[in-house]
Structure formats: structure tokens, C-alpha cells
């Protein structure tokens, strides 16, 4: 029973196109995250959502929009794709992002833009 | 100058070796220290917290130093499947921000 959940594994598409990531979470943290991760490994943190509210929005360009239609559910949806959004988008969560502890990630989207 | 700093890797040592991992942080209002391990093409996964009395897991021991704002972590009998990166995270105090290093590469090798 997978506690945070992303699909899809794999995205292949070409550039300009429009897709989205989905992630759920069964174990009734309160808080999100999306974060991506280059092809150096470095993670970096892209929005958070704390109880379907928007907490944490960083640098990104806004062709990146997040959706939390719930607290167990945050969806990041990308327009027009361009080659550099090319990396691996992590979805995790948290018991409570003001009090020390740790994240739970999912497996991860591989997004390959051509 | 990066907010969270780690040994550059790979460090690559034999099966049964003792290796530490060292990482600096720039913001004093960092309150809560984290390891996480992230294995070729997989999630990161919490390996264990970082208290300031220091902490141990099995053969893993954790230590912080707010003096001097490092943290790090020793690994003590190296398996061969201690092999993968370690990501030294570390959080703002009352904030929401989680910032994670770069990193340390770890090569057990029998």
C-alpha cells in the first residue's frame, strides 16, 4: 500500500506540449511538496501546499501551476514544455511542515521533453 | 555561497571501513537536521533525524554542532549496500522551507 503515490513514472513528450503529474498521499500528513530534480541531482523545492493552501512558491516559471483539490491530493500541471523542464519531479509530504520532521517521498516522474 | 554544503564525493572505500560524511549550514535560524539516503534512480529516503545530543542507528551515528552549524554522519562497517548518495536537509526555524544538499556520493566496493 504505496503512502505517496505519482503517477505517471515516465513522461515522454515534445516540446510546447501541455501534462500533468498526480500525486496522493494515504498517510493523512497535512502537508505537500513538489520538488525537482536536475540532471546535477540537486533537489530543489517548487511549491508546497499546507491543508489544500498554497505555502511555498518558489522561482519557477508560471507555465508550473499546482492543484490541491485536497489535502491527500496535490497535481502540478506544466504548459507549454520546453527541452530544460527535462528532469525527475518528486511529490512528498509531511506530518506538519512547522515541527521538525522528516518527508516521505514518492518514486518520482521522469519527464524527458523532445 | 550555498545554504547547505556537503563533502565533495564519491567517496569510495572497501567493505568494513568507518566513513564520515560532513555538512555545513549558513542560516543560524536552522532548527531541525535531517540525513536522507537516495539510492540510482529512486526517492529519497529518510535515514534518520540529527539531534543536537547526537544520535545513533545501529551503525549509523549522527552528530550536530550549532556552534560551528555542521552536522554529520558516521558510518561504521561499511556493506556493500551503504552504497548510494546521502543528502544532508536541513530546516528553517518556524519557516516552511526544507533545503536539501547537493549530496555526498558513497562507492562500497567489496
Known amino acids: 500500500d504505496t503512502a505517496v503515490s505519482q503517477t505517471p513514472k515516465y513522461l515522454v513528450t515534445q516540446m510546447g506540449n501541455d501534462k500533468s503529474i498526480k500525486c496522493e498521499q494515504n498517510?493523512?500528513?497535512?502537508?505537500m511538496y513538489w520538488y525537482k530534480q536536475d540532471s546535477k541531482k540537486f533537489l530543489k523545492i517548487m511549491f508546497s501546499?499546507?491543508?489544500?493552501?498554497?505555502?511555498i512558491n518558489e522561482t519557477v516559471p508560471n507555465r508550473f501551476s499546482p492543484k490541491s483539490p485536497d489535502k491527500a491530493h496535490l497535481n502540478l500541471h506544466i504548459n507549454s514544455l520546453e527541452l530544460g523542464d527535462s528532469a525527475v519531479y518528486f511529490c512528498a509530504s509531511s506530518q506538519d511542515n512547522r515541527i521538525g520532521g522528516g518527508y516521505t517521498f514518492g518514486s518520482g516522474t521522469r519527464l524527458t521533453v523532445v | 555561497r550555498k545554504e547547505v554544503e556537503q563533502d565533495p564525493g564519491p567517496f569510495n572505500v572497501p567493505e568494513g571501513a568507518t566513513v564520515a560524511f560532513n555538512c555545513t549550514y549558513s542560516n543560524s535560524a536552522s532548527q531541525s537536521f535531517f540525513w536522507y539516503r537516495q539510492d540510482c534512480r529512486k526517492e529519497p529516503k529518510l535515514l534518520m533525524s540529527v539531534y543536537s545530543s547526537g544520535n545513533e542507528d545501529g551503525r549509523f551515528t549522527a552528530q550536530l554542532n550549532r556552534a560551528s552549524q555542521y552536522i554529520s554522519l558516521l558510518i561504521r562497517d561499511s556493506k556493500l549496500s551503504d552504497s548510494a548518495t546521502y543528502l544532508c536537509v536541513v530546516k528553517r526555524t518556524g519557516g516552511f522551507k526544507t533545503i536539501f544538499g547537493a549530496g555526498t556520493r558513497l562507492f562500497v566496493k567489496a
Open positions: 498517510l493523512g500528513h497535512d502537508t
Open positions: 501546499y499546507n491543508n489544500k493552501e498554497l505555502i
